[in-house]
C-alpha cells in the first residue's frame, strides 16, 4: 500500500485515437487513397450525399472501402438546410422528403448506414431528435479553427485548444469535428500537437475534409492536400493512436 500511495499516476492511453471522416461524393477519389490507408492500418468514415446518383462502380469501389473496414456513412439525400426543410415542413416532411429517399437509395445499394454528417453543419435540436429517431447513433457537426468574414480574419484558435473536437468516450451522440479542407489553413504543427494532445488526453481527435487533392484547388474544387492526410496518417501511426470509425466512438466506454 506504501509502495502503491508513493507511485506517480500514469495516465492511460489505450483508448487514444483519430477519427478521420470525408463529405460528399468524391468515391473514386477516395478508392484511390486505398493504399495510402493501407499503409498505416487506418480506417475512416465516407459521409455519403446525393446517393441517388450512384453508379454500379462507384457502389462497387464503396463495397471495396467498407471490406477495408471503412464505415459508409450518410450525408443527406440533396445537400439541403435542414433546418429550413424541416421548418418548412414538419418532422414528418423532413423525414419523407430528406431522409427515407437518400436512405432508400443506400439499402438498395446494400449500405444502411448509423452515422450522419450535417450538410454544412445546418442542424437543431429539433433536426437532431428526428435524426437520432431514425437510427442514427452519432451525428457529426463542423469545427473551424480560423473564421473569415468578407475576407478579414474574424477569429483563429488552435486545434489543439479546441476541446469540442475532442471524443472523451463519454457516449455522447452529437460531436464536432475539426475541418482540414486546404482553406482552413490548418498547419502541420497545428496537427501534429493536436494529435498530441489526443494521446496525452486519452481521446480521440475528430477531423474531417472533402475530396482529396494533389495540387492546389481550381474550378471551384474543396477539398485537402493528400500529403497533408498522409502526414497526419503517420504521426498518428507514429503516437500509436487507434483508428476509430465514427459509429464506433459511442460505443466504447471510458477508461479513465
Known amino acids: 500500500m506504501f509502495l502503491a500511495g508513493c507511485m506517480p499516476d500514469a495516465k492511460s492511453h489505450e483508448q487514444a485515437g483519430i477519427a478521420i471522416s470525408f463529405d460528399d461524393h468524391f468515391i473514386s477519389d477516395w478508392h484511390a487513397l486505398r493504399p495510402l490507408f493501407k499503409k498505416y492500418n487506418a480506417k475512416v468514415t465516407f459521409f455519403i ?86 437510427g442514427f447513433k452519432i451525428l457529426r ?37 475539426l475541418f482540414i479542407d486546404t482553406d482552413s489553413e490548418v498547419t502541420e504543427v497545428e496537427m501534429a500537437e493536436a494529435i498530441q494532445k489526443a494521446k496525452d488526453t486519452n481521446t480521440a481527435l475528430m477531423i474531417f475534409g472533402h475530396q ?18 498522409e502526414k497526419i496518417l503517420r504521426e498518428a501511426s507514429r503516437q500509436k493512436l487507434k483508428f476509430y470509425t465514427m459509429s464506433e466512438l459511442p460505443d466504447q466506454t471510458s477508461t479513465d
Open 212 to 229: 482529396p487533392l494533389y495540387a492546389a484547388p481550381k474550378n471551384g474544387q474543396y477539398g485537402f492536400n493528400v500529403p497533408f492526410l
Open 141 to 177: 457537426d463542423v469545427g473551424v479553427s480560423r473564421r473569415k468574414l468578407f475576407g478579414i480574419q474574424i477569429y483563429a484558435l488552435a486545434p489543439r485548444f479546441m476541446n469540442w473536437v475532442y471524443y472523451r468516450f463519454d457516449q455522447k451522440k452529437s460531436v464536432d469535428a
Open 49 to 134: 450525399t446525393c446517393p441517388d446518383s450512384l453508379t454500379k462502380e462507384e457502389v462497387t469501389q464503396l463495397k471495396e472501402l467498407e471490406s477495408d473496414g471503412h464505415e459508409i456513412g450518410f450525408h443527406s439525400t440533396t445537400h439541403g438546410k435542414s433546418t429550413e426543410l424541416i421548418a418548412a415542413v414538419g418532422p414528418a416532411g423532413y423525414v419523407e422528403r430528406e431522409l427515407k429517399p437518400g436512405l432508400g437509395f443506400m439499402a438498395a445499394a446494400g449500405f444502411f448506414p448509423k452515422s450522419y454528417a450535417h450538410p454544412g453543419g445546418n442542424h437543431n435540436d429539433q433536426v437532431d431528435s428526428v435524426l437520432f429517431a431514425n
